[in-house]
């Protein structure tokens, strides 16, 4: 006996249901069954068809369509495209075609609630097992407490995930912006792989760095072609084959993955009226020009700010960034100065000034000058060990500003 499984679902009470298609031979309810890659194995508890609503039978054949009820309640034993089959089967009698899913692009979720950690976790386990492309691990931020780094297969997956967690558990998530995976050889002769963007070496100990590449096809109406060509250029994408047919046009292009996750399909959907459709796949590493940008607040790199820029566009996303937290920072007793620092220097500054203070009810009501001047002169010495001494608190709604992708 082999199937294909084609999907999967979880049930708290039956644990894993497999939905099948039977390529070979027979199965009914207490066959001794195993997945043949994740090497599980298991009794059936029940086999049934869909008609249209699930319904047990006595066995399932060639040819038909149904699910198995596993008991299996551990996370990512089941994927889709694994073989089930009998106990004596081994794993080289799998079907062909099958791949182990692998992280794409990398994401932080942490809880706007510290209280809220241990759902986030469970929510996330719960969600792996009907999800075993889902990939997750516990991790620590300074200024956002702790919370999950987690691995998707793309863009979609992300908002997928993201979208169920809030929904189906009721988490309020700060969702850091998301980065890809980064092969850097270091001067050392050491080559590393960087996941995260405060990570990644600074410019002066890096040889090279290595980016993962996509080929993507877009399929539009004719019309738009000639507002979706300028576009591609300014996401470094390169033109390939174009096959027109009828009103419809194909086109295929090769991009860095971390410009298509920088709102290329929302571009694309909006150049085309929302009629554009995109596809890809993942291709080998290239050489890419690219260097960590770091944000200064009073001197105080913070870490939740850091990202990954090519070297061609770091001093407008400097400028950018710069701006930005200018304008959503809150004023402090001393002034705050702002700054976006790359390759070795500082790209962008901007400075907050110092919240005045009242002199209160004294201010108000007038009095001797002289007075005046001496609580002037006092307040003044206070600022100036601020100055020195004072720290930032940043907070919670500036990182979700920051940290979102328009900004708001």
Not at 276 to 282: D, N, Q, R
Request: aromatic share 8%; hydrophobic share 40%; charged share 25%.
């Amino acid at each position: 006996f082999r199937a294909l499984v084609f999907d999967f679902q979880y049930s708290n009470h039956q644990g894993v249901i497999l939905y099948v298609r039977v390529l070979s031979g027979s199965v009914k309810k207490r066959d001794g069954l195993s997945l043949l890659k994740a090497h599980e194995k298991f009794q059936a508890l029940e086999v049934g068809v869909f008609a249209p609503e699930p319904k047990e039978v006595l066995s399932l054949g060639e040819g038909e369509i149904g699910y198995i009820v596993t008991g299996i309640k551990r996370p990512g034993i089941a994927s889709v495209g694994d073989t089930v089959g009998g106990e004596r089967l081994k794993e080289s009698d799998a079907l062909l075609g099958y791949m182990n899913p692998k992280a794409v692009i990398w994401a932080s979720i942490y809880p706007e609630s510290q209280d809220d950690l241990v759902l986030l976790r469970q929510s996330l386990e719960r969600l792996r097992l009907s999800d075993a492309s889902l990939s997750f691990e516990e991790e620590q931020s300074g200024s956002l407490g702790r919370g999950f780094r987690c691995g998707f297969l793309g863009m979609l997956h992300l908002e997928i995930i993201t979208e169920r967690l809030k929904r189906e558990f009721d988490l309020n998530l700060i969702v850091t912006t998301p980065s890809i995976t980064y092969e850097v050889e270091m001067k050392n002769g050491k080559r590393v792989k960087i996941f995260t963007p405060s990570l990644f070496p600074d410019s002066g100990l890096v040889q090279k760095v290595y980016e993962p590449w996509v080929r993507a096809k877009i399929i539009a109406p004719s019309k738009y072609l000639q507002n979706i060509m300028p576009a591609l250029f300014s996401y470094e994408a390169i033109p390939g084959d174009t096959d027109v047919r009828g009103d419809r046009v194909s086109l295929e292009i090769t991009m860095p993955l971390r410009e298509l996750m920088r709102n290329f399909f929302d571009e694309l959907k909006s150049l085309s009226s929302g009629f554009a459709s995109l596809s890809y796949e993942i291709e080998a590493l290239r050489p890419a020009e690219v260097t960590r940008l770091d944000i200064y607040v009073a001197e105080e790199p913070v870490v939740a700010f850091s990202k990954v820029v090519p070297i061609s566009k770091a001093q407008e996303e400097a400028e950018r960034s710069v701006e930005r937290l200018y304008h959503i920072l809150p004023k402090q007793l001393f002034t705050v100065k702002i700054q976006a620092k790359a390759l070795g220097r500082i790209l962008s500054s901007r400075t907050i000034t110092a919240l005045k203070k009242s002199l209160g009810d004294f201010g108000k009501n007038g009095g001797d000058v002289t007075r005046k001047m001496k609580l002037w002169a006092k307040q003044k010495k206070g600022k100036e060990k601020l100055q020195e001494r004072g720290v930032v608190n940043i907070p919670q709604d500036v990182f979700i500003k920051m940290i979102r992708r328009d900004g708001a």
